[in-house]
RNA sequence: GGAGAGAUGGCUGAGUGGUCUAAAGCAGCGGUUUGCUAAACCGUCGUAGUUCUAAUAGAGCUACCGAGAGUUCGAAUCUCUCUCUCUCCGCCA
């Protein structure tokens, strides 16, 4: 959602920084509902006003002992009009709002503009890719290998991009949520938050995936329940509609959850392997800032998302997303990609934004400021995504003879310094 | 799942058809006075939309008392549906 007031003062401007990330805005069908809806709206307004006049005049008089049959009688009549015109108001305003709902947010100015992820700027990059002298595999051989990775009796029970875990390989994914909460509860200030898995419409609504992207989710029959994208959304919307002190500014939370995704329009894409999953568990860092340090905290963030990657010693480069390849409520947006000697290619495994009050202004959040409330600034990032992670390790720390060495940081969580077969079932 | 009771502003809480334009208290904010870790008194104190005024302020209007629909000239108040909370019973990890 937007700020109407920005938009009507500074309509110009506006559209020319939408039309940086490739959204372009009608200006003129903008000034002309704009218009429409609030002289509708104003009429409806004065006969309402006049009408609570009027009804005010029955009271008195009925109290006088007056007959007011004849002025009840036309009143009816004045109230059918304002019914009339109330429903024609109403609906230019639904229209007026569904037209903003589907306008981005607006790209912050340090972010570079450009067309697409060509345009997307390199701000960091850290770690050596482990030399090898062997041709290194790509998980979905050397987990399956491994026995830890099985797809098949995953499609069986459910269906094509699902996974089941055995042994080591489902210890390991335990072993990093633990380890990735720890660090951030411990080393970083964030508040450890298990949330629902399961979210209600306004929720979706509040974070933006509503209504533009309900494809993109899983929706449970015959409820207003849909299986969680992101925790970004439980967790943002556990502020909704409330108003918040200042000083307990930034608010930093931490949650672990498995996401689902329908993955509509990414057929063939990623098919291969877990990196593109129906469910994946990841852990998010989500932040309520105050608007003049939010940029500053995602910084903060971003830092704290990487930071899981130094303590493995993975390889990643950090990039700052151009204008037009920014996800659709982001101001900001950093994506950090891990690198896979098996794909021999950088993948991202977070992406970490600032909304600034674009969801703050849907989802009603707002801090008391030293004169009025106002609305706070919601940020978040994958801290990190799990299944991608596990993709690293096993990617990156891949022996010669298809085990898989612990990182150091692992080792108390797995109790053990090396993934060697599991043959169970495989 | 069954029965019952509830939902009012940041919080507590009054209000069962017409000055509700929502009492009062607490907390917050501004001020006055007195002065030892403070008290008393005065003022102020919701959100959104919108109109006007030379206007990052003020004055008005409209809507909002869990949500939605209805009855009525007029609804916090009456009716219906739904959601949530609490108590008891049932079931259950």
């Known amino acids: 959602m937007h700020d109407l007031q920005l938009f009507r003062s500074q309509l110009d401007s506006t559209a020319e920084r939408l039309a940086s990330r490739g959204f372009s805005l009608d200006k003129n069908a903008f000034r002309a509902i704009d218009v429409k809806r609030r002289d509708a709206l104003t009429e409806v307004e004065r006969l309402k ?16 002992g007056e007959d007011t049959t004849d002025l009840q009688t036309a009143m009816r009549a004045m109230g059918d009009r304002i019914a009339e015109l109330e429903a024609s108001s109403e609906q230019l305003d639904v229209e007026f709002r569904d037209m903003l709902k589907g306008i981005p947010n607006l790209p912050h100015e340090s972010v570079p503009i450009g067309k697409d992820e060509h345009g997307n700027v390199e701000v ?55 380890f990735m909460l720890d660090t951030h509860t411990a080393e970083h200030g964030y508040m450890e938050t298990l949330p629902p898995f399961l979210v209600n419409s306004d929720s979706l609504y509040g974070t933006g995936q509503l209504p533009k992207f309900a494809e993109d989710l899983f929706k449970c029959e015959g409820t207003d329940y849909w299986l969680t994208p992101t925790a970004e959304v439980p967790v943002t919307n556990l502020l909704r509609d409330e108003t918040i002190d200042a000083e307990k500014l930034p608010v930093k939370l931490v949650a672990y959850t498995p996401c689902f995704r329908s993955e509509a329009g990414s057929h063939g894409r990623d098919v291969r392997g877990i990196i593109r ?43 700052a997303l151009c204008t037009g390849d920014m996800g659709f409520g982001s101001a900001k947006t950093f994506d950090i990609e891990v690198w896979l000697p098996g794909q021999n290619s950088f993948k991202e495994i977070s992406s970490c934004s600032n909304y600034d009050a674009f969801q703050a202004r849907r989802a009603g959040i707002r801090f008391r ?58």
């Open 49 to 64: 006003a006049d009408r609570n006049e009027r009804s005010k005049d029955v009271g008195a008089r009925k109290k006088a």
């Open 124 to 178: 960091r990059r850290e770690g050596a890719a482990a030399t090898m002298n062997f041709a290194p595999k790509p998980h979905w051989d050397l987990g399956v290998d491994l026995g830890i990775l099985d797809f098949e009796r995953a499609a069986k029970v459910t269906g094509s991009r699902f996974a089941v875990y055995f042994g080591q390989g489902a210890k390991l994914e335990r072993a990093l949520v633990n």
């Open 277 to 319: 999953q129906h469910q994946f568990q990841k852990v998010e860092l989500v932040k309520f800032a105050h608007p003049e340090h939010s940029y500053a905290e995602l910084d903060g963030l971003t830092h704290d998302a990487e930071n899981i990657l130094r303590k493995l010693e993975l390889p990643f480069r950090t990039m």
């Open 369 to 426: 400021g030293t004169k009025k409330n106002e609305f706070l600034h919601t940020l978040n990032g994958s801290g990190l995504a799990i299944g991608r992670t596990w993709v690293a390790i096993v990617e990156n720390y891949q022996q010669a003879d298809g085990s898989v060495t612990v990182p150091k940081v692992l080792q108390p969580y797995l109790n053990a310094e090396q993934i060697t077969r599991q043959g169970l079932l495989t």
